[in-house]
Every structure is written in structure tokens, then in C-alpha cells.
């Protein structure tokens, strides 16, 4: 999942998943998906459209650092990641 802005200052967030165990230095390719039509209060199902926005492409150098590239209809962004909290000692392997 991300949350983040557009350009115009509307809300971005994007959805996408992946099966599998990532490994150090692989690139997982992951394909997004932006949702419009949605409301809190008179939800209709029906008028939730699910629209492909683009990918995600991260790297994980180690249990605490990852790169990663969004890039899809709002343009490319690249992100420096680095864990912030977890469970001591970092359960990786």
C-alpha cells in the first residue's frame, strides 16, 4: 500500500500485491491499482472503479534498507526506505 499526494494536492493511494518471499537484492515488480467512486457515508459498490495506475518496483538491500521506484500515471518518484521501528533484534534471514 502507499498513501501519498498528487501534484494538484489530491490524495493518492495505491493497492498491490505480490505472492512469493522476496530475496535480498531481487527486484519485486508489483502492479498497482488506484480506486475512484468511493464514499464513507452511502457506500455503493457498484460505483467503486478499479483503476490500473501503474508499478512498484523495490529492492531490499537488507532488513532495514529498500529502494523503490513508483511509476505510473502521476509520473515516476524514487524512494529511499529505511526501517524506523521493529522487533529487536531484526528477525531477517
Known sequence: MFYGHRDDGGNLF?????????RYGE?????????????????????IQR???????????????ATAVLQGIDGA????????IGPEPPRCD
Open 27 to 47: 527486484t519485486l515488480a508489483i502492479p498497482l491499482t488506484a480506486t475512484r467512486g468511493g464514499r464513507f457515508n452511502g457506500l455503493d459498490p457498484a460505483a
Open 77 to 84: 518518484q524514487n524512494l529511499a526506505l529505511e526501517r524506523l
Open 51 to 65: 483503476v490500473g495506475w501503474g508499478s512498484l518496483n523495490v529492492s531490499f538491500a537488507s532488513c532495514d534498507r
Open 14 to 22: 495505491l493497492i498491490g500485491t505480490r505472492t512469493g518471499r522476496p
